[in-house]
């Protein structure tokens, strides 16, 4: 008798050990996206917001011009990231984020 874990959703727990780790990898990808890419928004706006309020003050008008630089930074690390995908899913002819394993 196989060993279930019940706090695995049953999608999952059906799968092999190697089907579960490239789905846990593909949703870890995913969320970090969405999360980096609301950080983006957040970081551009605070940056914008900071620049608006420095009065003119030229320290602060730097360190929103340094907040809106990351954030466009980080903005192109993520569209990076996501072209990484896009390329290995075309040469390789596999779905990375939606990892099917051939089965016997």
């Given at each position: 008798?196989?060993?279930?874990?019940?706090?695995?959703?049953?999608?999952?727990?059906?799968?092999?050990?190697?089907?579960?780790?490239?789905?846990?990898?593909?949703?870890l990808?995913?969320?970090?996206?969405?999360?980096?890419?609301?950080?983006f928004?957040?970081?551009?706006?605070?940056?914008?917001?900071?620049?608006?309020?420095?009065?003119?003050?030229?320290?602060?008008?730097?360190?929103?011009?340094?907040?809106?630089?990351?954030?466009?930074?980080?903005?192109?690390?993520?569209?990076?990231?996501?072209?990484?995908?896009?390329?290995?899913?075309?040469?390789?002819?596999?779905?990375?984020?939606?990892?099917?394993?051939p089965?016997?």
């Amino acid at each position: 008798m196989a060993i279930q874990n019940n706090a695995l959703p049953a999608a999952i727990a059906s799968k092999s050990p190697g089907e579960g780790l490239a789905f846990y990898i593909a949703q870890l990808w995913k969320t970090i996206v969405i999360v980096g890419s609301l950080a983006f928004l957040l970081y551009l706006v605070w940056g914008g917001i900071q620049w608006l309020m420095s009065g003119g003050d030229k320290t602060k008008v730097e360190e929103a011009k340094a907040k809106i630089s990351n954030a466009i930074m980080g903005l192109a690390v993520l569209v990076i990231s996501y072209a990484v995908v896009l390329f290995i899913e075309a040469v390789f002819k596999i779905n990375i984020l939606k990892p099917e394993f051939p089965t016997v």
